[in-house]
Structure formats: C-alpha cells, structure tokens
C-alpha cells in the first residue's frame, strides 16, 4: 500500500510538475508582495538579528547563505550539461564562492575608505552589510584565472566555464538582495510612488531624516535580475549551439546597464570627482560586453566569408 502511495505520488508529481512549479512561484510571489506590503508601509518593522540559544543570527547573513547555498546547488546540477565532473565543479566552486566573498568586501572598503580609515574594526563587521556584487564578481574572475591551466587541461573554454556559472550569479544576486531589505540599505530617493518603501529613523540618513518613503532600489534589482534570468535562460533554450561565452557575456550587458540607470537613483553611491565610481564600473562592464559581441560577430562573419 505504503509503495503503491508514493509510486501515484512521483507520477503526479512528474506529469505535473511545470504546474506545480508554476503553482508554488504564484503563491510565493503572493505572500512575498503581501509582506513586502506591511514592511514598505512602515507597520512591520524588520529585525536585524534573532537569537538560537546563546547565538546571535543575523539575517543579512543567513541571506547571504541561503544565495550561495541556492547558486551552488544549481551550478552542481547544470554542471553535467558541460560536462563538467562533479568533484572537479565542487572544488572550483569553493574557490570562487570564497574569491568572490573577499573581492566583495574588498571593493566595498575601498569605495567607503574614508569611513573604514576612521572606524577599522568595522572592517571584519560583514553582518552590517557591505559586500559589493563588482568586487564579488572581479574576485570570481581571478580565481577563474588562477584555476585557468587546469580548465584548460580538461579541454574546457574559461568561456565555458563562465557561461556555466552565470545563472547561479544571478540567482544569488536575487536571493542576497533581500539582505538589504533586512539592513534597510541600497534603497534610493526620497519618493511618494505608491510602491515607496518606509526607512526607519536609524537607518536614515543625516540630511534625509525628515523622510519617511524611499525608492526600494534593492526590490528594482530583484525584478531586473528576474527578467534578465528568464531572458538568457529562454534565449539559451532557443539557440541549439550557442557560442561560449555568449551567456556570460549577455549577462554583463544586460545587468550593467540596468545597475547604470538605477545608481542615478541610489543615495549611497561613491564619487570620484562629481561621478560615480559604480556608474563608471557599470558602463566600462557594458563597453566590454559589446567589444566582444562585436569582436565575436565579426569573427563569424570572416570564417563565413
């Protein structure tokens, strides 16, 4: 009976499982715009931190777990469609995960050195936030490069390789976001759109007190990042031999020109001079991304010819 049970429960699950995926992405989504709608109306007032037993959990970095754990997870299991061994993904991943994380803060000091000069055990402090997803990505980058002999060896393309990881970028990019919400950081303007988000009085800033509603910039990422997933994930689908690196580089385009629009509209940029360094490292991201496709077309066009 007990096998009969699950037998009729893995071929429910099987001949509908798009509609059950479609079915629980409805519900989350629901309940997710129902809290956000308590949280940005200022009723519900998020906590940092909550404790287990004598330890003090924060949740910024809980998020930041759960986005890895969720990126690795669908690295490992995309990782048979490049033919990629199992051991050899895990090792790699580790060291990226790990090159990104240090690049990540490094880049975050660095842009907020003033701050950090004059408070430097705030350095280590990573649970108030402050992990950039640039240096996150150029630390990624040069583990890649470190690891680039053994690719190589395997007979596998870096283009690959990043074509391979860039999905589990972008996920973790969607999940860590919510990071910023419970830090109540990276939000933009002051704004009275229906859709503003309530900043508490602590996490204002000095001249912006008197504001209650910000632009919730970390929720404008989110659903930015959501459409260029499904975008490339749909476009990858449509393409039989795709060239690698095309998805990487996709990537890079796509998301660098919405993070360009939206650091007009963050309060805490960094500026060099009267710009934004963020804006800068966005737009020399996007300049790179179309040398290549340009590079790249024009290569296909040669050995046509």
Aim: aromatic share 20%.
């Amino acid at each position: 009976m007990g096998k009969s049970i699950i037998y009729a429960m893995q071929f429910m699950a099987n001949k509908y499982q798009k509609k059950i995926i479609w079915f629980l992405i409805i519900i989350t989504t629901a309940g997710l715009s129902y809290l956000l709608n308590y949280i940005f109306s200022g009723r519900l007032i998020l906590s940092q931190t909550f404790f287990l037993g004598p330890l003090t959990v924060h949740f910024y970095g809980l998020i930041l777990a759960v986005a890895v754990g969720v990126g690795f997870y669908l690295a490992i299991k995309r990782a048979k469609n490049f033919d990629f061994n199992e051991s050899w993904a895990e090792n790699i991943l580790f060291w990226t995960v790990i090159g990104g994380f240090i690049g990540a803060r490094i880049y975050h000091v660095f842009s907020s050195f003033e701050f950090y000069q004059n408070n430097p055990v705030e350095v280590f402090k990573v649970w108030n936030g402050g992990l950039s997803i640039y240096g996150a990505l150029l630390g990624g980058l040069f583990v890649i490069w470190l690891f680039a002999d053994k690719i190589l060896h395997l007979k596998s393309s870096i283009l690959n390789l990043l074509d391979w990881l860039t999905p589990s970028l972008i996920v973790g990019q969607i999940i860590g976001r919510f990071g910023n919400l419970f830090n109540y950081e990276a939000y933009g303007y002051p704004t009275n759109l229906p859709w503003k988000m309530f900043v508490p009085l602590q996490f204002r800033p000095e001249d912006l007190v008197a504001a209650q509603f910000f632009h919730p910039l970390f929720l404008y990422e989110v659903l930015g990042n959501l459409a260029i997933l499904f975008f490339l994930l749909w476009r990858r689908k449509k393409i039989p031999n795709p060239i690698p690196g095309g998805l990487f580089f996709s990537y890079l385009l796509l998301y660098n020109s919405l993070r360009f629009c939206l650091e007009f509209v963050r309060i805490d940029s960094t500026f060099i001079g009267n710009f934004r360094l963020n804006a800068i490292i966005s737009l020399s991201f996007v300049g790179l991304a179309l040398v290549w496709f340009l590079t790249t077309n024009y290569k296909c066009l040669k050995n046509i010819n």
